[in-house]
T-cell receptor
Framework: SQQGEEDPQALSIQEGENATMNCSYK?????LQWYRQNSGRGLVHLIL?????REKHSGRLRVTLDTSKKSSSLLITASRAADTASYFC???????????????FGKGTHLIIQP | DGGITQSPKYLFRKEGQNVTLSCEQN?????MYWYRQDPGQGLRLIYY???????QKGDIAEGYSVSREKKESFPLTVTSAQKNPTAFYLC????????????FGSGTQLSVL
């Protein structure tokens, strides 16, 4: 089964509102990453948070990590129509998450920003 | 421009046919990956390669084959043994010995005629 699972599966909000997506995972991790995918395109890396970090910011993005609950959240503030996309969390395939053996992705949250 | 290029964007396969998807990168990355994405689903790892002339099976390797003869190139062949090949295929790359920050190509949509 997937290491990471996003919640909700779909989210529709008005432009200017904040969007929050959650991710749960099952095994120990080295880091957790969030990616964005526009329809019919490849994924784009957004932000990485390491297991010893609790919160990280990048522009309008805020990511939190709670390793005791094995969960992470991605907050997009002041949403724009261009933020409409699917958002995926990803963790390392190996227990501990190190190495270059690829990432495991959840099914994603499809975010729609209504103008 | 530095990046990762997949071709073709759309590909059609006939019954019993093998088809090859191209993936080229000029980022000087050692590690390359092939993922499969089905509608509304996450990505599943098919094969990966951490170094030239070496590759490992991912979670769904059956019916697929790869080669890594050059650092820049990691082609994926979808063989006739793959009975349900219709999917969006994504190639990615990153630096060696880390799973951090994968760079993705723009994908190939494979459909069965």
């Amino acid at each position: 089964s997937q290491q990471g699972e996003e919640d909700p599966q779909a989210l529709s909000i008005q432009e200017g509102e904040n969007a929050t997506m959650n991710c749960s995972y099952k095994t120990s991790i080295n880091n957790l990453q969030w990616y964005r995918q526009n329809s019919g395109r490849g994924l784009v890396h957004l932000i990485l948070i390491r297991s010893n970090e609790r919160e990280k910011h990048s522009g309008r993005l805020r990511v939190t990590l709670d390793t005791s609950k094995k969960s992470s959240s991605l907050l997009i503030t002041a949403s724009r129509a261009a933020d409409t996309a699917s958002y995926f969390c990803a963790t390392g395939r190996s227990r501990g998450g190190g190495g270059a053996d690829g990432l495991t992705f959840g099914k994603g949250t499809h975010l729609i920003i209504q103008p | 421009d530095g990046g990762i290029t997949q071709s073709p964007k759309y590909l059609f396969r006939k019954e019993g046919q093998n088809v090859t998807l191209s993936c080229e990168q000029n980022l000087n990355h050692d590690a390359m990956y092939w993922y499969r994405q089905d509608p509304g689903q996450g990505l599943r790892l098919i094969y990966y390669s951490q170094i030239v002339n070496d590759f490992q099976k991912g979670d769904i390797a059956e019916g697929y084959s790869v080669s890594r003869e050059k650092k820049e190139s990691f082609p994926l062949t979808v063989t006739s043994a793959q009975k349900n090949p219709t999917a969006f295929y994504l190639c990615a790359s990153t630096w060696t010995a880390t799973n951090e920050k994968l760079f993705f190509g723009s994908g190939t949509q494979l459909s069965v005629l």
